[in-house]
Nanobody, 119 residues
Framework: QVQLVESGGGLVQNGGSLRLGCAASGSIFDINTMGWYRQAPGKQRALVATITRGGSTNYADSVKGRFTISRDNAKNTVYLQTNSPKPDDTAVYYC?????????????WGQGTQVTVSS
């Protein structure tokens, strides 16, 4: 069974930095696009950033220049480096991946990790 497990959330000061990680495990044959989404209280889940297998990236306008997504294909892991976070970045962050497993292709989500930015 495929699982995505996030790590690295917590409390960070305004202007600090935090690194999130998400590791995929299970009977995985291939992983296509991986990404990070977030959901703030009272708001819908929204895209933060995505990265393809080849390393092409896409960012929400609100995080461009501050956040960096990367991945280690050998470890089936995606990272999100959050530099200069702002209180508006406070949310539950979810990782997401398109994975080919013994059950075929599917879209999987992690359980979420809380990021709180203090002002």
């Amino acid at each position: 069974q495929v699982q995505l497990v996030e790590s690295g959330g917590g409390l960070v000061q305004n202007g600090g930095s935090l690194r999130l990680g998400c590791a995929a495990s299970g009977s995985i044959f291939d992983i296509n696009t991986m990404g990070w989404y977030r959901q703030a209280p009272g708001k819908q889940r929204a895209l933060v950033a995505t990265i393809t297998r080849g390393g092409s990236t896409n960012y929400a306008d609100s995080v461009k220049g501050r956040f960096t997504i990367s991945r280690d294909n050998a470890k089936n892991t995606v990272y999100l480096q959050t530099n200069s976070p702002k209180p508006d970045d406070t949310a539950v962050y979810y990782c997401n991946a398109e994975i080919d497993s013994n059950q075929g292709w599917g879209v999987y989500w992690g359980q979420g990790t809380q990021v709180t930015v203090s002002s």
